[in-house]
């Protein structure tokens, strides 16, 4: 698998960032051969967006999964989109993340951990940003399962009254 690392340097002695969209580097890893592929991160300076480009960036550089500390709202989406994993790590060096993701310590995130702009100095809240991004996703979990439910009740009526 292809990761990509939010990281401090280019190395996997680097310390892993706990910042995505306006973090120094990527470190590009190949969890199969350990091969190392560093990026300064074109989105690091950017005024409005680094989360987006960031997260572009990576996906064009061909990340199937991102390990970071903190993923916002606009990010998450490019990346979720790209069928992109990511993964939330604590503080330590990339080769210690990559370890923890190989051990399977890591659980991929299902929502975004910041507020929008947090990379711009807003407040952040996490938990409940988090809940209420996982409850959005359960509400829209139902109404799907809801929908498949009345389209199979109906086809099972329909057969009933067949027979």
């Given at each position: 698998m292809r990761i990509a690392v939010s990281a401090d340097g280019p190395d996997l002695e680097s310390q892993a960032s706990p910042i995505f969209g306006r973090c120094p580097?990527?470190?590009?890893v190949d969890t199969d051969t350990l091969t190392l592929e560093p990026h300064d991160n074109p989105a690091q300076n950017a005024g409005d967006g680094a989360g987006i480009e960031a997260a572009e960036f990576v996906v064009a550089k061909g990340a199937q999964a991102?390990?970071?500390?903190?993923?916002g709202a606009n990010a998450y989406r490019v990346l979720n989109a790209a069928q992109v994993l990511v993964y939330r790590i604590k503080r330590g060096t990339v080769g210690q993340a990559v370890q923890s993701l190989a051990d399977g310590k890591l659980?991929?995130?299902?929502?975004?951990?910041?507020?929008?702009?947090?990379?711009?100095g807003a407040p952040t809240a996490p938990d409940a940003l988090a809940r209420s991004e996982e409850i959005a996703e359960i509400e829209d979990e139902i109404a799907r399962l809801r929908r498949?439910?009345?389209?199979?009740?109906?086809?099972?009526?329909?057969?009933?009254?067949?027979?």
């Open positions: 580097m990527f470190v590009l991102v390990l970071t500390g903190n993923v659980t991929s995130t299902r929502s975004p951990n910041v507020a929008r702009y947090a990379g711009l498949s439910i009345d389209t199979l009740s109906a086809r099972l009526n329909e057969l009933k009254k067949e027979t």
